[in-house]
């Protein structure tokens, strides 16, 4: 997929994956290079700057086996931003669909 | 690359970050490794997914100056911002360059237009003094009416180069959500 495309599906990706559940950076990263091709090196910085815009909080919390790692939380403002996020997202894929089925028809 | 290297190098690259968050940074990537050596991965390999250090700093970097720039408008800080988000990648600085053209072309043409008609008092006053072009009482007054315009406009141009500043710096955070830095090969 176009790589332009993809920084910005980033986004939409880690809001509704912490809209699940909190979740630490590790864990995002997996789950969504486990799905997409990412660099899996600029997740970090997405979840500073989303931070920063007060779309999360973090939290530090003990782990069974080494350090505590650092856990992700949604806030409302996140919410938000999610779902303002998925409503571009589908209408903008219906439309991508749609071209692709009208273009499937004429052949 | 290992772990090591990753870390030292990716350190280095963020020097002119703050201390703290510059150790809560590395602090994330060592985070990244440890869990990734438990599942078995090697530090190569975590090192290879993760990508250049070199790109995930200028995305740091990228943030950090539109961030000050947007606490502190100073020129300064308005150039690193603008630099920096240039830097992410080749083709920025075409995107990058039309909306910052147009920008700068109406702060200082407004700027220069303000000066100039409070200036005009003076000029008419030259006018006066030199006789370079038949005086008339009524130049003298209509310079004070541009003066007066000039003056206003000086006040308009305050708010209209701070909302102008702000709205570059909400285009340059969409610019850097938007341009590549997140991407594999990119």
Known sequence: MNIQFKKGILELCVLVLLNQKDRYGYELVQMISDQIQISEGSVYPLLRRLTKESYFTTYLKESNEGPPRKYYQLTSLGKERLEALTAEWTQFSQGVNQILKEGGNNE | ?186
């Not at chain 2, 039309?98 to 008419?124: E, H, N």
């Not at chain 2, 310079?143 to 710096?169: D, E, H, N, P, Q």
């Open chain 2, 1 to 186: 690359m290992n772990k090591d290297q990753f870390l030292q190098k990716l350190d280095t690259l963020i020097k002119v970050l703050p201390p703290d968050e510059r150790q809560d940074i590395l602090q994330d990537y060592k985070e990244y490794f440890l869990l990734g050596t438990e599942a078995g991965k090697t530090e190569e390999q975590i090192a290879s997914s993760l990508g250049s250090p070199n790109q995930i700093a200028k995305d740091l970097l990228a943030s950090y100056h539109v961030d000050q720039a947007a606490n502190k408008a100073t020129s300064r800080n308005i150039m690193r911002a603008l630099w920096s988000v240039i830097g992410l990648s080749f083709l920025n600085f075409f995107i990058i360059l039309g909306p910052v053209i147009v920008l700068f072309g109406i702060v200082f043409s407004g700027w220069l237009l303000s000066f100039v008609l409070c200036i005009t008092p003076l000029l008419a006053l030259i006018n006066l003094v030199s006789e370079l072009a038949p005086f008339q009482t009524f130049d003298l007054f209509i310079s004070f009416i541009l003066c007066g315009l000039g003056l206003f406009m000086i006040i308009a141009m305050v708010y209209t180069t701070r909302k102008l500043f702000s709205l570059l710096i909400r285009y340059l955070r969409f610019n850097i959500s938007f341009i590549k830095g997140g991407v594999k090969n990119a």
